[in-house]
C-alpha cells in the first residue's frame, strides 16, 4: 500500500534505471522491465523493492528448541499488485536462503545478491495484477544484542524479539523493507510447549498439541516492515483492563513477572490522555514487551512497545515519560508512518512533544531533562541547535543513516521538538493541536512525507508556511525562535545528553 507521493519517487526510480539500461530492446524493457532492487530513499538506496505494492503478509516462525540461540526457520505468504510490467522482481532479505519460492503457486526461479532474492516468476506479471509470493524454509539466526547497534532479530535470556527499526526486519523475513509499503499481517509462531509466542496485532488461534503451541495473531491496520513485533520465549502475557475498545497486554519473562508488570500501571492511563490530546488510538490493542537485555533501548513496535531492562532501570517518571513517548508513536510513527527515511524527525519530534507533555503533567520535567521546565528545556536545546545541525545535517535530512545514532540523532529528536514548539509559538496552542490531531487521522494508515506535513500544516494555518518550515527543517542554522528573540544558539553549548538518543 503505497501512497501517492512515494508512487512519484517510484516513476523517477524506474525511469533512471530504464535509462541505465537503454538497450536496442529499450522499447521492449520499458515495456516489461525488471523491479527496482531498491526503493531509491535517499538514507537507504537498496531498502524496499520496486514494481510492486504489498497489502499483506503472512508470516509463520518455527522456533524448533526453547533455545533462544537456535535459528529458527518460516514461510511467508506475500500478497502484492505488480505497480508495472514485472519481468522479475526481488525481495529484501538477510537470513537463510529459502527451499523454495513459488509466485501464483508456480515454482519460481530465484537468486541471492548481497540483501536481495532475485525472483524470476515463470510469466511476467502484468501492471495492476495481484500476485502471492510464497518463500518456504528460510531461516535466520537470532543475534547477539550489541548496545551500539540496537537493532536485529535479538535473542535475550528468555527467548527472542525483532527490533526492525530501522532496516532490520529483513534480517528476519523476506520483505519489501521500507515503511513506503505498508501492509496487513496475519503472524503464526509455532514453539515448544512452555513457551509463548506473541506479536504485533490480536490474538485470533492458539492451538496446543503434540508438545507444540501454535498461536496466531491479526495486524488488521497497515503497518511498516520495521515496526513487526513477533517474540518467543518464556513470556507471560498479561491482560489488562480494556481502555474503551482497546485490549491492553503486557508481555514480560515469567520469571520477572511479578516485579515488573507493575512499572507499566500507567499505561491505561497514558492511552486516555493521549486519546484526548490526539484523536482515537490508531490500532486494537496495546502494551509493552519487557527484554531483559542492556541496550539502553525502546521501540515503538506497532501495537507492544518493547523496552530493555536498562530503559526500565531508571526512576519511574523517567520511565513513565519514555513510555509516552512510545505510546506516542503509535499514532507518529507507526499510524502514520514516514514515506521516507529521511522523514524519521515526523516521528521523533513528535513522540518527543507527548513524552515532554506527560513529564509536564507528572511534575518531572527536571527530574526527566535536567531543565526546570519545558520551556527552559527548548531555550537549552536552542542553544545546541546549530552544532547539532552542523554534526548531523538538518532536522528533515541527516547526513548519514550508516550507524543506527547517524539517524536517530539528538538533532532529529530535540531539534525536531524544537521545530514543533516554533510551529507552535508561530500559531498559538489551539491551531498547533489542531494541526496534531488532523495529521493523525488525515495520514491513518499511510506513509506521509515532510512536504505533506508542511502542506497540511498551511492549511491548517490558513496561510503558506512552507518558508518558515524550510527554514527549520531544511536549514544549516536555526532560525530565530518566535516568542523569544533573547534565545541564541551558543558555539559551545554545555553538551546535552540524552537517554533519548537511544530511542
Ligand atoms: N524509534 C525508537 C524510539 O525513539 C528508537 C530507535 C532505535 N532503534 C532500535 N532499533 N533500537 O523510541
Ligand atoms: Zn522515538
Known sequence: MRDTHFRRLLLVGLTLAVGVTASPAAANAASCAPGAPGLGDRLFPLLGNGGYDVQDYELRLTYPEKDPAHSVSGDVRIAA?????????????AGGNPASIDVDGKPANFSRVGEELVITPRVALNKGRGFTVTV?????????????????????????????????????????????????????????????????????????????????????????????????????????????????????????????????????????????QVGPYPFDTYGSLLIDVQLGTALETQTLSVYDSTVLAAPTPVVESVMAHELAHQWYGNSVAPATWSDVWLNESHATWYELLWAEKIGAVAEHTGSPSREAFFQRVYANSDSWRAQFGPVARPKSAEQLFDLFNINVYYGGALALYALEQQLGEPKFQQLERAWASAYRGKSASTDDFIALASRTAGRDLKPFLTAWLYGTETPPMPGHPDWVTMQNPAPMTGQHLSR
Open 81 to 93: 499488485v505488480a505497480t508495472q510490467k514485472l519481468s522479475r522482481f526481488n525481495l529484501d532479505f
Open 136 to 276: 518456504k524454509g528460510f531461516t535466520a539466526v537470532p543475534e547477539t544484542p550489541d548496545p551500539a547497534a540496537p537493532d536485529g532479530f535479538t535473542a535475550t535470556p528468555d527467548g527472542t524479539a525483532l527490533l526492525g527499526q530501522p532496516a532490520a526486519a529483513h534480517r528476519l523475513f523476506p520483505s519489501n523493507d521500507h515503511p513506503a509499503d505498508k501492509a496487513t499481517y496475519t503472524i503464526t509462531t509455532d514453539v515448544p510447549e512452555g513457551w509463548t509466542g506473541t506479536a504485533s496485532g490480536v490474538p485470533t488461534v492458539t492451538r496446543t498439541g503434540g508438545g507444540r503451541v501454535v498461536s496466531t495473531y491479526r495486524q488488521a491496520q497497515p503497518m511498516a516492515t520495521e515496526l513487526l513485533q513477533v517474540a518467543a520465549g518464556d513470556f507471560v502475557v498479561r491482560e489488562r483492563q480494556q481502555v474503551g475498545r482497546v485490549r491492553v497486554r503486557d508481555v514480560v519473562p515469567r520469571r520477572l513477572a511479578a516485579q515488573t508488570l507493575p512499572m507499566f500501571d500507567s499505561e491505561r492511563e497514558q492511552i486516555a490522555w493521549m486519546e484526548q
